[in-house]
C-alpha cells in the first residue's frame, strides 16, 4: 500500500478541520471526465460525514490529455488568492464540460473579482510552482492518474467503482474513533 509522501499542512486547500477521524486527500485534474465523476461522490460523502470527514485538494492536470486542466488549475489558484478556492473549485467542476476562457471569465464575475487579475495569474510563476509541487507530491506518493484518494494517508485504490469510498471512510473512522 503506497502512502502520502507529503503530509497535509495548511498549504493545501482543505474543507474541514485536520483534526477529524478521516482526512481525505484527492489529486484531481479539473478537466477529467472521472475527476467529474468523483466530485458528485465527494459531495455527498461529505454531507453524509459532515464535520467527520476533512476533504484536502491537490492538483494533478494531465495536460497531455485535458489542454484545459492547467489554466483551470491557475483559475483555481487565483480564486484562492482571494479566499474563493473552494467556490472555484466547485463551479470549475460543474462547468467541466465548457471549460475554457470564457467559463474563467464568467467564473471570475460571479465570485466578484477581478478579471484583469486572472490574466496576471496565468503568467504568474508562483501558481505553476504551487500546482507543480503538488504534481510531484504526487508522484512520490505514487499517484499515476486521476482522481487518486488517500484515507489518512494510506492510496485508496478501489476494486470496482469509487462508490467504495463510502466503506473505506467508514473503516478509517472506527479505526481513529
Same mark, same amino acid.
Given at each position: 500500500?503506497?502512502? /502520502? ?11 474541514? $478541520?485536520?483534526? !477529524? ?8 485534474? +479539473?478537466?477529467?471526465?472521472? @475527476? ?7 459531495? *455527498? ?8 470527514? @476533512?476533504?484536502? &485538494? ?26 474563493? +478556492? ?6 470549475? +467542476? ?10 474563467? *471569465?464568467?467564473?471570475?464575475? !460571479? ?13 504568474? $510563476?508562483?501558481? /505553476?510552482? *504551487?500546482?507543480? *509541487? ?13 482522481? $487518486?484518494?488517500?484515507?489518512?494517508? !494510506? /492510496? &485508496? ?5 469509487? !462508490? ?14
Amino acid at each position: 500500500m503506497s502512502g /502520502l509522501t507529503v503530509p497535509v499542512s495548511t498549504m493545501d486547500h482543505i474543507q474541514g $478541520s485536520l483534526d !477529524e477521524p478521516v482526512v481525505l486527500v484527492e489529486y484531481a485534474d +479539473f478537466q477529467c471526465p472521472s @475527476c467529474g465523476e468523483a466530485f458528485s461522490l465527494v459531495k *455527498r460523502l461529505q454531507q453524509r460525514f459532515g464535520e467527520g470527514l @476533512c476533504l484536502v &485538494f491537490r492538483h494533478f492536470p494531465l495536460v497531455q490529455a485535458h489542454p484545459q486542466a492547467l489554466p483551470a488549475a491557475i483559475t483555481a489558484e487565483y480564486a484562492a488568492a482571494q479566499g474563493r +478556492f473552494w467556490d472555484a473549485h466547485d463551479a470549475l +467542476f460543474r462547468n467541466q464540460q465548457q471549460l475554457g476562457e470564457v467559463v474563467y *471569465r464568467e467564473l471570475m464575475r !460571479e465570485l466578484g473579482l477581478p478579471e484583469e487579475g486572472l490574466a496576471a495569474a496565468m503568467d504568474d $510563476s508562483s501558481n /505553476l510552482l *504551487r500546482i507543480q *509541487r503538488d504534481i510531484e507530491s504526487g508522484m512520490g506518493s505514487g499517484v499515476t492518474g486521476t482522481p $487518486s484518494f488517500f484515507i489518512n494517508g !494510506e /492510496l &485508496f485504490q478501489p476494486r470496482q467503482s469509487f !462508490e467504495e469510498l463510502y466503506d473505506a471512510i467508514v473503516q478509517a473512522g472506527a479505526k481513529r474513533s
